[in-house]
C-alpha cells in the first residue's frame, strides 16, 4: 500500500470514528450543544416548507382582547368560565380543554359553579410542573429516566381536579424561547402525570393511552415518540392558522354549533398581556393555547414530526457515512472535478434532509454537519499543507535539476519523467570547445583561481548556447559537449549549431582579452563541429543517471577540435555540418571560412572534408592593453 493509500484510509477511519462517536452520543439524547444548529436548521426547513394545513377537528375558543372588553376584566371569573362551558357542552364537542390554570380559590359560589360545568362535561384542565433549579431532566436509571423530572406540580383546586382530568402544560423549549417538544409524561418523586395534550386527546377518543418505551398507542394509532416521551412540534402557520374564535361570540350566544360539535374545544387566553406566547418560526408571538392545540392535533391525527431512536439512528448513520464520503472525494480528486463532487454530495444530502422533513421525518441537519465539517475541514487543510510541502520540494528538485542540467533539457525533463527512458537514433549536430593550455595553467593559478576561470567559462558557454537553442550536455573541466538536437529535433539545428560555433568564438575571445596579460597569453580556444546521426539516452544506475550522446558523430566532432588547434584555426567544421546549415549560415557570412580540405581524422578510416574558419579580428592582450591583430 503507498503512502498516500495508507494515510487516506487512516483519515478515512477516523473521519468515521470521529461521525460514529457523534452519532452515537445523539443516539442517546446527550448532544445538547448542537440544540442552537439544529433548532435555526429546522426553523429553516419549516420556512422552506412553508404553512401547512391544520386538521379541522379542533376549534380554539380564545379569551383574546375582544372578550375582556366585554367582560371588563381579566382573568375571567369563573361564573364566566362555567357559562362559556355550558354552552360549549351543549354544543356535543368530543373534549373540553381549559388551558387555564385554576391553582388559587375563587368566590365559593363561582368555583362551585366552575366545577358544576366541569364535571358535566369530558373536560380537561391545566397542571403546570415546576422544576428544581429550571432543569427539567435529572440523571436516573430505568424506562422513565428521561422523563422530564418536576420538583412539585402546580396542581387545580380539588374542587376541580376531583371533577375533571388534569394535565400538564409545560413545553421545552430552545434556548430562543420556540417550544421544540411538548413532554407526554411528567414524573415527580412518586407519581407519574400526562400531559395536557395527552389528556385532552386521551379524552376526546375515550381511552387511556397505552405506553411503551418508544411509543405510545391510542385510539388505534400509533404515535412515535422521542426520547423521554416528547412529542416533537411542528407549527402548522402563524397565529390564527388553527380555526379560533372569540370568547366573547360563545358568552354572546352567537357560536355556530358546527365549529364545536364532535370536534375538540380548547379554551386559552390571547389577550395582550397576558403573557402566555411564545416564538415559532411563522410567528413571534404565538398564543400558548395553539401550542396546546398543535401538540393535540399531533396525537389525533399522526401529521406531526417524527423523531424516535429509529430517526436518530439514521442521523447517526449519516454522521458517519458523510465525512468518509467528503474525505474520499477530497483524497480522489483536489481539483474541480472532486470539488464538484463534494458539492453533489452535500446537495443530496440536503434534497434528501429536506425531502424526510417535508414527509414529517425530523433527520438531524446539525448532526452530520458536526460530523462532516471538521474532518473534512482538517484533512483538506493537511492536503493543502502536504500539496505545499511537496510542490516547495518538486520545485526545489526542478530548480536544482535545470541547474544541473542545461536549462533546456532541465525543464523538459521536469515535464516529461520518461525522456530517453529508450535511446533514441536522431540527426543532430554536436559541438566541441575546448581550453588550449589550461592544464598547465592550473598547476600555477591555484584552486580558487583555477575554479573562478572555469565558473566564468562554463557561464559564457551556458549562456551562449542557451541563447541559441542548444543543450550543454556535459562540462569536462576546460571543455564542453554540446548538442542541437535534444529534446526535439528541429530543420534549423545545423543552422543555429552554426550561429553558436561563430558566438562562441567571438565570446570566448573577447573573454580571454579580458583576462590578465600572464594568463590570457597562456590560454586558446578550439572548437570543433559535425552533423549526424547520434544516439542519445540515459546512462548509470538508478541512483545516478545523465544524458548522454554517443556515436560516431561524437567521435569526429571531438576530434575536429584536434584539427582546428593543428590548423591554426578557432572552429573546424564538417562539410556535411555546412551543407545542412546551408549557405546562409553564420559561419559563411562572418569572418573567414577556408576549405574544404579532405582531411584524415584520428582513429577513423578515410578522409573527411573539413572546412576551417577564422573570425576576422583576434584580440589578444600584452602588458594589460589590447591590440588587434588582422588574421
Known amino acids: 500500500m503507498s503512502r498516500r493509500a495508507l494515510s487516506t484510509l487512516i483519515a478515512l477511519v477516523l473521519a468515521g470514528l470521529w461521525g460514529a462517536g457523534l452519532g452515537f452520543a445523539h443516539w442517546r439524547g446527550n448532544l445538547s450543544f448542537l440544540d442552537r444548529v439544529e433548532a435555526t436548521m429546522t426553523d429553516l426547513r419549516t ?13 380554539i375558543v380564545a379569551i383574546d382582547d375582544e372578550t375582556v372588553r366585554h367582560e371588563g376584566s381579566y382573568p375571567l371569573s369563573r361564573a364566566t368560565l362555567a357559562r362559556m362551558v355550558d ?28 366545577a358544576h360545568s366541569l364535571g358535566s362535561s369530558a373536560s380537561v384542565i391545566a397542571a403546570a410542573a415546576v422544576y428544581p433549579g429550571g432543569r427539567q431532566w435529572a440523571v436516573a436509571e430505568g424506562p422513565l429516566a428521561r422523563v422530564p423530572n418536576a420538583e412539585r406540580f402546580l396542581w387545580p383546586l380539588k374542587a376541580f381536579s376531583d371533577v375533571a382530568a388534569v394535565g400538564v402544560v409545560n413545553v421545552v423549549t430552545d434556548r430562543t424561547g420556540t417550544p421544540r417538544f411538548v413532554p407526554l409524561l411528567f414524573r415527580t418523586a412518586d407519581r407519574l402525570e400526562a400531559s395536557f395534550s395527552l389528556r385532552v386527546a386521551a379524552t376526546a377518543v375515550g381511552e387511556d393511552p397505552a405506553i411503551a418505551p418508544d411509543h405510545l398507542s391510542l385510539g388505534g394509532r400509533r404515535i412515535r415518540t422521542d426520547i423521554g416521551h416528547i412529542l416533537p412540534l411542528t407549527f402548522y402557520g402563524p397565529r390564527g392558522t388553527i380555526r379560533t374564535i372569540s370568547a366573547a361570540t360563545v358568552l354572546e350566544g352567537q357560536l355556530d354549533s358546527s365549529l364545536i360539535r364532535d370536534r375538540i374545544v380548547v379554551i386559552g387566553a390571547t389577550a395582550t398581556g397576558a403573557g402566555d406566547v411564545f416564538p415559532t418560526p411563522f410567528d413571534p408571538v404565538l398564543p400558548g393555547v395553539e401550542v396546546m392545540s398543535t401538540a393535540i392535533a399531533h396525537l389525533m391525527t399522526g401529521d406531526g414530526i417524527v423523531r424516535d431512536r429509529s430517526v436518530r439512528l439514521a442521523d447517526a448513520g449519516f454522521a458517519v457515512v458523510l465525512p468518509m464520503v467528503l474525505v474520499g472525494l477530497l483524497a480522489w480528486r483536489r481539483n474541480a472535478i472532486g470539488l464538484a463532487a463534494i458539492v453533489g454530495v452535500v446537495l443530496v444530502w440536503f434534497v434528501v434532509n429536506m425531502a424526510a422533513f417535508s414527509h414529517h421525518i425530523w433527520l438531524s441537519a446539525a448532526l452530520p454537519m458536526a460530523a462532516a465539517v471538521p474532518p473534512a475541514l482538517l484533512f483538506g487543510a493537511a492536503q493543502l499543507w502536504l500539496g505545499r510541502n511537496r510542490a516547495q520540494y518538486f520545485a526545489t528538485q526542478s530548480e536544482l535539476l535545470q541547474r544541473v542540467e ?54 559564457l558557454v551556458d549562456e551562449e548556447v542557451t541563447d ?47 583576462l590578465p596579460a600572464a594568463t590570457a597569453s597562456r590560454l586558446g580556444f578550439k572548437i570543433g563541429a559535425h552533423h549526424g546521426t547520434i544516439v542519445a539516452s540515459r546512462l548509470g544506475g538508478e541512483g545516478r543517471q545523465h544524458i548522454a ?26 562539410d556535411k555540418m555546412l551543407e545542412v546549415a546551408g549557405r546562409d549560415c553564420a559561419l559563411f557570412k562572418s569572418g573567414a571560412l577556408r576549405g574544404p580540405v579532405d582531411t584524415q581524422i584520428r582513429g577513423r578510416s578515410g578522409a573527411l572534408a573539413i572546412w576551417l574558419w577564422q573570425s576576422d579580428v583576434t584580440k589578444v592582450s600584452d602588458g594589460g592593453s589590447e591590440k588587434q591583430a588582422e588574421r
Not at 554540446?482 to 534549423?492: M, Q, S, T
Request: net charge negative.
Open 406 to 459: 542545461a536549462p533546456g533539457l532541465g525543464e523538459w525533463l521536469a515535464g516529461h519523467g520518461d525522456f530517453l527512458v529508450q535511446p533514441v537514433r536522431a540527426d543532430a549536430a554536436i559541438l566541441f570547445i575546448d581550453l588550449s593550455g589550461f592544464t598547465g595553467l592550473s598547476e600555477t593559478l591555484g584552486a580558487s583561481a583555477t575554479r573562478e576561470l572555469l565558473n566564468a567559462f562554463h557561464a
Open 47 to 59: 420556512l422552506v416548507r412553508g404553512p401547512a394545513k391544520p386538521p379541522e377537528l379542533i376549534t
Open 87 to 114: 354552552t360549549i357542552a351543549r354544543l356535543g364537542p368530543k373534549a373540553i380543554g381549559l388551558d387555564l390554570l385554576l391553582v388559587d380559590p375563587g368566590a365559593k359560589d363561582k368555583d362551585e359553579a366552575l
Open 549 to 574: 550522446a554517443t556515436g560516431d558523430t561524437v567521435n569526429v566532432a571531438s576530434r575536429l577540435m584536434e584539427i582546428a588547434a593543428d590548423q591554426n584555426a578557432e572552429v573546424a567544421v564538417s
Open 468 to 514: 541559441c537553442g542548444g543543450v550543454v550536455t556535459s562540462f569536462m573541466g576546460d571543455g564542453a559537449m554540446i548538442l542541437f538536437g535534444l529534446p526535439e529535433p528541429a530543420p534549423d539545428d545545423a543552422f543555429n549549431a552554426a550561429r553558436c560555433c561563430v558566438g562562441l568564438a567571438g565570446r570566448t575571445s573577447d573573454w580571454l582579452a579580458a
